[in-house]
């Protein structure tokens, strides 16, 4: 037994001992209190976000129709194959299948397979039958998810308009990054309860939010008259071994693109393979393409996705006399009336320049001249505004600002500051060089003179719809009306007319219809060259435009005057198209014959 | 000694009824806890869900049987065996380094057929017996600096054997904390270990202090790493402050009605292994704030159940023999319950009679039995 005295001290200290113990169990009791009720919803967060999967489901992206409602843009659906390491039962089966089935290496499955991660992607875009064939193996670990994949029936058509999509469902280049917001849908998600290893606890069961597809986007594009007008860009490059050949057609009302070719186009399916085309412009022959860099590569598809009628510019020459002729007629400094006389050259100031037709084309009023696009006298229009009043018109006709088109990276037009426009600037403006513009520039402001004076803003899109086709919104653009007056459009229609049935014009003449153009050769800087740039801008019918087109053919080879090469462009593109739109008919031609000598007789 | 006169009163001993009921239901409370903790684990692992419940009732039964055996052996028996258990201890810890059986990068077993042994387990109870036995003999030179120096020293042998050989701190402090407590209670000062406490306290800071100052994690020992997780386990989510971070999840989302028995995610392979050390996470996220008291609770009344036995105790070296079991129960609890909140590092300490571990129940079993031997001499006053 214990003595008493000792027994005390030791009853006490034991006591102590418990107590002490006691203290600290309480403390850590407040502890617990404090993480499972001050911080409970915090770590209760922090778990869930460790012991949830989530998966998107992607949203079909909107569709893109044509004014026909024909599908141009649409999806396929592929397959995303991916394996999950620790649900793999026989690993060597499923590097084996995945070989043969995608046809990928070895190497790179069995690198895939046996890396440990929660779950590893395979190969995504692989074609639904694939994917259906790799499901029916029905092999542990191995999953196949469905997938929207961008699909362009048209293949290259309309290739730098429409643009395509990259592997997140987002637009690249053209209208798809436009009305990306339309198209893209909002993407859903899978939330599965998972353990450690990523293995779905089935109790738990997965909530899933659907996918809300994207809403279907219609453009003004008619596939057919695109498909005419590529046919003729095509056969317009190979004839004359251009580098580019650039169709844009444009209903001159309401701004509306017809169509917009830009040949070479690219596949759209294949975007990211570099055409042939490129490859020859860049000079890289097959076996080096394999050899590329990186940014090689990127320049080159840069290159290829370009939109010339959009991106670039250029000097539009003489189809630009539509707009001096149209400033002199506004500002009252020349009537189609007025008497010139062209010796074959102008001086201005110490700078003598030339007219294309060497001998001058001698006595003419600005109607002949302006068939005969004469440089001295568009010179002299020029000069007799003065660079201001030049200048007040190019704003007041919208040149100097972007056309609004939807399409991305529209380039803005280079033009001189009014302040450094001399004399010999002034002129060369004129009769449209020493400044640069892009093509849908050009057509936009020539849209715009002839179609009564309204500035129009050049679009594809006009309406989204969703799924269902209920309009969910009805796109506008912007008209600025009374750029020039009705008269000054009713005589330029009448003086373009003539450019056409008599002038310089004439090879976009189709019998029975009145149309309307002005020629353009312009030679590309450096100046000597000898890279030209051939064009023409035609509208019909002359005296009530419906339609109006510009053709541009960048260095053709041989004969390169827009007279000669492109307005026929234009001619066969109105013949085919005109009836097709309603606006001729061949039946009538009588009718339109007569009216048409009626008219010019007028003038003449 | 007058046990010769208790022996003829046999009907007046006392059977702690209320102890032996504590122990039962924190094993079987242990049990289901384990199961619930394990079973997924067990399934993918072994294919059997009962895996590990199967081997821990094993233990269970085998410890329970050994329990009633030592309760019934006159607790004096073991006075003579005191040297011995101290030597074996120190043997089977250095048998280690040769024959030892490695897992999960420490060597703290020993397999013989289908059972794995841990001597640090011996050495705790060992340990208490050693002591035990020495302040009785020591008598009354406990009192002076000399004999104080030389009980505190004692057990420094087998510490820093099972600190170094079995790189398991949290034991060689469990042990030294057991020691410590016997000698506190056996010695009447309180100067001394008001000291020695305040000494603790400031030789921890510094390490700490030195350790947060450290130029990088890098020159410091997996230890060092383990105190900066600790201070912010979210920035070491990725190795050493990944399991911390587990539990505090567990204990956090279990919130103060927990999710229900079966119901916990974190152990779902979330927290590795966490039947062993990390089980109280569990029973937080399963049982909430309300299960969680509950446990302390009956940890708390364990305590209170071996104070009162130590302070009824026949003699001063039955006294000792339930202080050493007492001061054994509370450290563990303690630790393992701070280890689980990151109130302090991480190390593994399991929680007692419901954490896995066959040797450690075996053990702790043991302990109880003896604890009961000693309650069994205390006479009734009234009887």
Redesign the interface.
């Known amino acids: 037994?214990?003595e008493r005295g000792?027994r005390t001290?030791?009853?006490k200290?034991?006591?102590i001992?418990?107590f002490l113990?006691?203290l600290?169990?309480v403390l850590?009791?407040f502890?617990?209190?404090y993480?499972?009720?001050a911080?409970?919803?915090?770590?209760?967060a922090?778990?869930?976000e460790?012991?949830e999967r989530e998966r998107s489901i992607k949203a079909a992206r909107g569709r893109i129709l044509d004014c026909n409602g024909t599908v141009i843009a649409d999806n396929k659906t592929v397959c995303t194959i991916s394996v999950i390491y620790n649900q793999i039962e026989d690993k060597e089966a499923v590097i084996d299948m995945l070989c043969r089935e995608l046809g990928l290496s070895e190497e790179y499955v069995r690198a895939r397979v046996e890396k440990y991660s929660a779950i590893e992607r395979i190969k995504s875009n692989v074609d639904k039958e694939t994917g259906d064939r790799i499901r029916e193996y029905d092999m542990a670990g191995v999953k196949v998810d469905e997938d929207y994949k961008r699909y362009y029936p048209y293949g290259s058509l309309a290739s730098k308009v429409l643009g395509f999509t990259g592997s997140d469902n987002q637009g690249i280049i053209g209208l798809e990054v436009i009305y990306d917001e339309y198209l893209e849908g909002e993407a859903g998600t899978i939330l599965t309860?998972t353990?450690?290893?990523g293995i779905e606890?089935e109790a738990a069961g997965e909530s899933r939010i659907e996918p809300i597809n994207g809403n279907d986007l219609h453009i003004s594009i008619d596939m057919n008259i695109q498909s005419y007008a590529t046919q003729l860009a095509n056969q317009a490059m190979e004839t004359k071994q251009a580098d580019s050949v650039s169709i844009i057609v444009m209903d001159p009302n309401d701004g509306e693109l017809l169509a917009m070719v830009n040949v070479p186009e690219f596949d759209l399916n294949n975007p990211y393979e570099i055409s042939e085309e490129m490859l020859l412009a860049a000079d890289i022959s097959g076996g080096d393409a394999e050899n590329l860099s990186t940014e090689q590569t990127q320049n080159l598809l840069n290159a290829m996705w370009r939109n010339g009628c959009i991106n670039d510019t250029y000097e539009p020459g003489s189809t630009f006399k539509i707009i001096t002729a149209a400033a002199g007629l506004e500002s009252g400094v020349v009537t189609p009336q007025s008497q010139f006389s062209c010796p074959g050259y102008i001086v201005v100031e110490d700078r003598k320049i030339r007219c294309h037709k060497v001998g001058g084309h001698g006595a003419e009023d600005f109607v002949h001249a302006t068939m005969n696009s004469c440089n001295p006298v568009f010179i002299s229009v020029g000069l007799r505004m003065g660079a201001e009043t030049f200048y007040n018109y190019f704003e007041q006709f919208g040149l100097l600002q972007k056309t609004g088109v939807d399409l991305p990276g529209e380039a803005g037009t280079i033009m001189h500051k009014v302040e450094n426009m001399g004399e010999v600037e002034l002129a060369t403006v004129s009769f449209g060089q020493s400044f640069q513009i892009t093509p849908i520039q050009l057509l936009t402001t020539a849209a715009s003179i002839v179609n009564g004076g309204n500035r129009v803003t050049p679009h594809f899109g006009v309406e989204i719809t969703d799924s269902d086709g209920n309009v969910v919104e009805t796109l506008e653009y912007p008209i600025e009306e009374g750029i020039v007056s009705k008269e000054t459009s009713e005589t330029m229609r009448e003086m373009l007319e003539m450019v056409v049935s008599e002038g310089g014009g004439k090879n976009a003449y189709i019998e029975g219809v009145r149309i309307g153009g002005k020629t353009a050769t312009s030679q590309t800087l450096p100046r000597g060259s000898g890279r030209y740039i051939a064009s023409f801008v035609g509208f019909a019918p002359a005296d009530d435009p419906q339609v109006i087109a510009i053709a541009i053919i960048n260095n053709p080879q041989g004969q390169y005057y827009g007279g000669m090469i492109a307005a026929p462009v234009v001619r066969q593109l109105f013949e085919n198209i005109l009836p097709y739109l309603g606006i001729m008919d061949y039946n009538e031609e009588d009718i339109a014959g007569i009216s048409l000598s009626g008219e010019t007789g007028n003038e003449e | 000694m007058t046990r010769k006169k208790k022996k003829q009163g046999q009907s007046e001993y006392f059977f702690d009824y209320s102890l032996l009921f504590i122990v039962l239901f924190l094993l079987g409370f242990g049990l289901v806890m384990l199961y619930s903790t394990s079973s997924y684990e067990a399934a993918q692992k072994y294919g059997s869900s009962t895996y590990y419940l199967e081997k821990q009732i094993k233990a269970t039964i085998l410890g329970l049987i050994g329990m009633i055996a030592i309760a019934n052996i006159p607790y004096h028996f073991w006075e003579k065996f005191y040297a011995l258990g101290y030597a074996v201890s120190a043997l089977l810890l250095l048998l280690i380094i040769p024959f030892g059986h490695e897992s999960g990068g420490a060597k703290r077993w020993f397999r013989i057929g289908g059972l794995s042994i841990q001597p640090s387990e011996i050495a705790k109870i060992c340990m208490i017996l050693f002591l035990a036995v020495m302040i009785c003999k020591m008598g009354k030179s406990i009192r002076t600096w000399k004999g104080f120096i030389a009980l505190v020293l004692m057990p420094v042998p087998i510490v820093l054997m099972v600190w170094k050989i079995t790189s398991n701190l949290s034991t060689a402090i469990i042990i030294m904390g057991i020691a410590v407590l016997m000698v506190f209670v056996a010695s009447p000062d309180y100067k001394k270990f008001i000291v020695m406490g305040l000494g603790g306290v400031a030789a921890v800071a510094l390490v700490v202090f030195y350790i947060v100052n450290a130029a990088s994690a890098d020159s410091l020992d997996y230890r060092g790493n383990r105190v900066l997780a600790w201070l912010n386990p979210e920035a070491y989510v990725s190795d050493t402050g990944y399991q911390t971070l587990q539990a505090l999840y567990a204990i956090g989302s279990g919130g103060v009605w927990g999710k229900g028995l079966g119901q916990s995610m974190q152990k779902l392979g979330f927290i590795p292994e966490a039947q062993n050390d990390m089980i109280f996470s569990i029973i937080c996220e399963e049982l909430g704030l309300f299960g969680a008291i509950a446990i302390i609770l009956m940890f708390i009344m364990l305590i209170w159940r071996l104070m009162v036995i130590a302070n009824n105790a026949p003699d001063l070296f039955g006294a000792l023999l339930v202080v050493g079991v007492m001061g054994h129960m509370a450290i563990q609890v303690i630790l393992n319950i701070a280890v689980v909140t990151n109130t302090i590092p991480n190390t593994g300490i399991s929680l007692p009679f419901i954490s896995y571990g066959g040797t450690a129940v075996l053990f702790q079993l043991a302990e109880i039995g003896l604890v009961l031997n000693v309650a069994k001499r205390i006479q009734l006053k009234e009887g």
């Open positions: 037994m214990l000792n001290f030791h009853r200290k034991i006591t001992s418990f113990c006691t600290v169990l850590l009791f502890r617990l209190v993480l499972m009720v911080k409970a919803d915090y770590y209760a922090k778990a869930i460790l012991h309860v353990d450690a290893r606890v």
